[in-house]
């Protein structure tokens, strides 16, 4: 068979995980699919901790970034049996969708072997799968604005959410974006944050009428920012941290970024410091280990 081409199996934590075509090119500029799992190997330690407990969809790239990618929810047929499976019921009856959890490193390589190459985790862990950790905003620029146009946007949101009383950290998208998380860890459900999330967009789009919209419509984000809140729902999945990006020729990755950082970029109107490939994230992560790690224990209520 085709897909078994230059096939072997790797030890990893015990387990006999089978990989292929490791020198096939996943993006124009040459990166192959064994660099995107010699990545994911290098960046577990700082990943998994984000992934434990959390059903994800496959994004696959079976020919690589240029070529037709699909969204898969249901566990395909040849998913190892060790590889922890998270049913969720339809919305409208059925099965139940038999989601992936990525607990560990062995599922991680599986994934990425399979040209999983973006990972996008829900919000919420299996099985709370109406309380989500995090609200997430996820500022998208129109056209004519880029991702430095998101940085302002972005510390302007850190800044209404600090008036709150909220701590908000921010990971560039790896595309053209940025997205401000603010930890909850609280038990709060989606039926809370959902209606809090777009309160807090519309007034934004009110306070800063010529930077940011909060409605999806395209005809009105020209030169502005899409402050995103409809990612906070228990059926949307939100691209994860650290994870690789299949947006344009070369990959990026979605990276936490300081504050600070942000403003800085923004000052020296430089977007590439807003750009970060593998190496770089990986050289970046050995100097400040993980910045988002405070998502994962900050304890915070939303306001009434």
């Excluded at 969720?88 to 399979?114: E, F, H, M, Q, T």
Aim: contains cysteine; proline residues 8%; glycine residues 6%.
């Amino acid at each position: 068979m085709a897909a078994a081409r230059g096939s072997q199996v790797l030890q990893i934590e015990g387990r006999d995980v089978s990989v292929s075509n490791l020198d096939k090119p996943l993006y124009p500029s040459g990166f192959t699919k064994g660099q995107v799992i010699d990545y994911y190997i290098r960046v577990s330690d700082c990943l998994l901790p984000h992934l434990a407990g959390r059903p994800i969809t496959l994004k696959r790239y079976p020919d690589g970034v240029e070529s037709a990618y699909f969204y898969e929810k249901d566990a395909p047929a040849f998913t190892p049996e060790w590889v922890h499976i998270a049913p969720v019921p339809r919305r409208k009856g059925g099965p139940d969708i038999r989601y992936v959890v990525v607990d560990d490193l062995p599922s991680l390589v599986w994934c990425a072997n399979a040209a999983s190459i973006e990972i996008h985790p829900f919000l919420h862990r299996a099985p709370e799968i109406e309380k989500p950790s995090y609200v997430v905003f996820d500022l998208d620029p129109g056209e004519g604005a880029d991702v430095l146009t998101c940085a302002e946007v972005a510390l302007l949101a850190r800044k209404k959410l600090k008036s709150a009383g909220l701590e908000s950290l921010a990971k560039v998208s790896g595309s053209k974006g940025i997205q401000v998380y603010v930890p909850l860890n609280s038990g709060v459900t989606y039926d809370v944050t959902r209606p809090y999330a777009k309160r807090f967009a519309e007034e934004l789009e009110h306070e800063h009428p010529s930077l940011v919209v909060s409605a999806m419509a395209k005809a009105l984000r020209p030169g502005k920012v899409l402050v995103d809140w409809s990612q906070n729902a228990d059926f949307k999945t939100t691209v994860g941290v650290y994870s690789l990006r299949a947006k344009r020729d070369r990959p990026y990755v979605s990276m936490p970024v300081e504050w600070r950082e942000l403003s800085a970029a923004l000052k020296a109107k430089n977007a590439a410091r807003l750009n970060l490939e593998p190496e770089t994230a990986l050289k970046r992560l050995k100097k400040v280990s993980d910045l988002f790690a405070p998502v994962l224990s900050m304890k915070q209520k939303i306001p009434r």
